[in-house]
């Protein structure tokens, strides 16, 4: 009874320690152990730049946690991790996203931002490391990036699937990139994500930037000089 009343009010009951294994559970274990390397590859670039790290489309979380886990592994004494997301899934996707996908708007609202710390907090970082060196922030890109408190960004993790949320995040933040920074760009040359490859293409033509790909892991990136 009680779920039926709190869905009739657009609320869910769950349990708050199965938050973490439904977050698993949406691995792809050799995906991931295949990311994880990745990651630590790409982020052992950045051990002598300052700045922040920064993902935007967080989804399930995969990718966040395992920032999250090697920031805590590096015991950066200022470095901070930033996850921004709708929260409330895509934006209406544009004609450029067009593919046999088919995106549709309020897909991927996956998570809330207090079952994201929750998450992290049950990967066992410690709380007052996730209080003090995490910061969520919910919100659409042009509403949140423009008004980011951010300075630098050592490395730069966009997932964030749509056209125009590639040529926002692009926009906002890729100045704020340091050099020798890294960015990592998780849709680039994806059949079921045009409008990715066209938002970075046409961001970066008339630079001498031109996305890398990576040969274990297939993703692309590139590094600012």
């Not at 950045?46 to 979380?61: A, F, P, Q, R, T």
């Not at 409330?88 to 609202?109: L, M, V």
């Not at 994201?116 to 410690?126: A, E, P, S």
């Not at 969520?136 to 980011?148: C, S």
Request: charged share 30%; with cysteine.
């Amino acid at each position: 009874m009680l779920k039926k009343l709190l869905s009739r009010t657009g609320y869910e009951l769950r349990r708050s320690e199965e938050l973490y294994l439904n977050s698993l559970r949406q691995f792809d274990y050799g995906k991931i152990f295949k990311q994880i390397l990745y990651f630590h590859a790409q982020y052992a670039k950045i051990k002598n730049l300052s700045g922040d790290i920064v993902e935007c489309g967080v989804g399930y979380s995969r990718t966040f946690q395992v920032l999250a886990c090697l920031l805590r592994k590096e015991e950066h004494p200022s470095r901070v991790l930033y996850g921004f997301d709708s929260f409330e899934g895509f934006p209406e996707p544009r004609a450029e996203d067009a593919s046999a996908r088919n995106p549709k708007k309020g897909e991927w609202k996956v998570l809330t931002p207090e079952e994201l710390h929750r998450i992290l907090v049950q990967l066992r970082l410690g709380e007052e490391f996730v209080d003090a060196r995490i910061r969520i922030v919910k919100g659409f890109f042009e509403d949140t990036l423009p008004k980011a408190n951010l300075e630098k960004i050592a490395l730069l993790h966009l997932d964030v699937d749509l056209y125009q949320s590639y040529k926002t995040c692009l926009e906002c933040l890729f100045p704020k990139v340091v050099s020798g920074g890294i960015v990592l760009f998780d849709e680039y040359d994806t059949p079921n994500w045009p409008g990715a490859k066209k938002a970075i293409d046409e961001y970066f033509q008339h630079t001498s930037y031109r996305p890398q790909k990576d040969a274990e892991s297939g993703k692309y990136f590139l590094i600012k000089t």
